[in-house]
């Protein structure tokens, strides 16, 4: 399971701190998310993660960490909270067009978020490293990891080694724990 790291967590309560850059790249997708689950358009969810990004930014200097209690869970309650506020005033049939939106109250997510997060996560941490890697070498990972194909089957289908693919696989996931370090705490 990937639980966010509590030296993370006390890094961000420096005003400034340059982690904040790397927290708004790889948790932005996840508030998002939320957000759509809430029945939101493209352009409401841009608004909310925005909304709730400003109460992050606001509230950590102050935060505290309980080793009891999720981190992800508070920022699921921020979102559903700041949500809430965005729909004061409205007219009360529009809201009410949200239609199978998820219950609002349910501010815990469950463990089907928890796999959703870490699918959004690692997924938003491949995307910042993908550059890094040659195309054959990202493609030999993407088909063995991601779509879980037989090494020898990729290596065959894309002209290369085995031990190119698994080479690529080995260095494709160290980045990625690399890029993730500090974020989560990996199992």
Known sequence: MLD???????RLKEPGSPEWSRFVALYTPLIYHRAKRLGLGPDDAADLVQEVLAVAVRRMPTFEYRPTQSFRG????VTCNQWRRSLRGRDPVAVGSLGDSEDPRADTPDAGEDREHAR???GR???LIRGEFSVAAWQAFEAHVLHARPAGEVAADLGLQLGTVYAAKSRVLARLRVALEGFVELD
Do not use: N
Not at 4 to 10: D, F, I, P, Q
Not at 74 to 77: D, K
């Open 4 to 10: 966010t790291s509590a030296t993370l967590l006390e």
């Open 125 to 127: 941490g491949l995307d």
């Open 74 to 77: 508070w920022l699921h309650t």
């Open 120 to 122: 959004i996560l690692v």
